[in-house]
């Protein structure tokens, strides 16, 4: 019984030593398999020129746009043009009723044709004889003096001789004595209308003159103000009223929009408008046409918008035929800054760690294994972007496969091996349909 008991302990030592040997050995076999390569696809650096794409939504807008509204309040007598009229800068676009107005003009240019003739009568009748007459008083009034006193004189030599009686040269005296007075007054009366009426009475022509014709202008001006005329050349894109109805002062009765070129109008940040300049080509994509409209920044805005601290950016786009409309929603692409002889790599390439500001690459080695490096990244567009450092032209960088593919990797450069699945796909779909067939 003990030997029975002893075989049976070392068949059990026997059977636990070859699965110990077994266990072993399938584990250096797991051991020693080849490791897999991962299938990738890879270029080399490209040389060439790189510009930079700034890309906003805007909005398209007229060159030019005039909402027009008249002064005054008056019913519309007649329109003159209708929604999509072209015009001219000066044409007659619309009438309003205005008897009042003519009336009260006909009015005021006859007051003012009045205080013309007025000021005509002033200035060539009445202020000449004045002081025509002031002064042909100044020279009888002087020669009268004069007679005066040379009778005076003749006077006391008699009356020294005692050939007259003393009352004679009294008498003479006392006429001197009024006649000087005369030629004062005369004297004065010529000062004052030389210096003070004459000027006076023109200057009064002049002002009544000067206010008749401001009154005819204003009711002129008035009357003006009842033909509605385009300031601009363009087309008529609102007419809210129709003829009959009133227009109030203030209130837009015609809208004339100039299209001969549109504005889309952008904002974009500071740091990219910074690289922009006046003229630099963009192209403008518009909803319904198939193609990209070329297009040119025509003007960068000096200030920041206070509300949103963005740059406007306006991008003029030519519109002889008038195939595009303002307010279209588009979408630009301006060209900035652009850099020649440059290390191009696709974008795809390129991976951001998790800081969301380092930038690096997977390239492959001699030796088939795929090593992450940092690079330095400058110009950035969709499908391209320029590498300042990190790269050479002889690197070969991964451009699919390398996310989350482990430093060190061994890869190989081809497709994906889709065939064998491909293969199985169609070899399984006829024998599918072999079975729905029976």
Partial sequence: MARIQTIRTNALLVILFSTFLSFETGCKKTEESPTPEV??????????????????????????????????????????????????????????????????????????????????????????????????????????????????????????????????????????????????????????VQQVSREASLENARGQLASAKGKYLGAQAQLSYTEIR???????????????????AGMPVITVMDTSALLAKLHIAQMLAQQLTVGASAEVTVPGVTDPVAAKVSLISPALDPGSTTVEVWLRVENPKGLFRAGTAVHAVITGRTATNATLIPTEAVQTAADGITKSVMVIAADGSAHKRPVVLGIQTASTVQVLSGLTAADSVITIGAYGLDDGTKVKVGTADTDKSDSSDTSEKPEAGKKGNQ
Avoid: C, W
């Fill in 230 to 248: 385009s300031p601009i050349d363009g087309v008529v894109t609102d007419r809210p009223l129709f003829a009959g109805e009133t227009a109030g």
């Fill in 39 to 192: 299938t990738v696809q890879a270029v080399h650096p490209q040389v060439g020129s790189i510009s930079e794409q700034i890309a906003a939504d805007a909005t398209l807008a007229p060159l030019a746009q005039s909402a027009i509204s008249p002064k005054v309040t008056a019913p519309v007598r007649k329109f003159y043009v209708q929604r999509g009229s072209h015009v001219k800068a000066g044409q007659l676009l619309a009438a309003l009723e205005n008897s009042d107005l003519e009336a009260a003009a006909m009015d005021n240019k006859g007051a003012y044709r009045s205080a013309q003739a007025m000021y005509e009568t002033a200035t060539r009748a009445t202020a000449p004889e004045d002081y025509t007459k002031a002064q042909l008083d100044l020279t009888q009034a002087k020669a009268t003096l004069e007679l005066n006193r040379s009778i005076v004189a003749a006077r006391s030599q008699l009356l020294a001789q005692g050939a007259i009686p003393g009352r004679d040269l009294d008498t003479a005296k006392a006429t001197l004595v009024q006649s000087q007075a005369a030629y004062d007054i005369a004297k004065q009366h010529f000062d004052a």
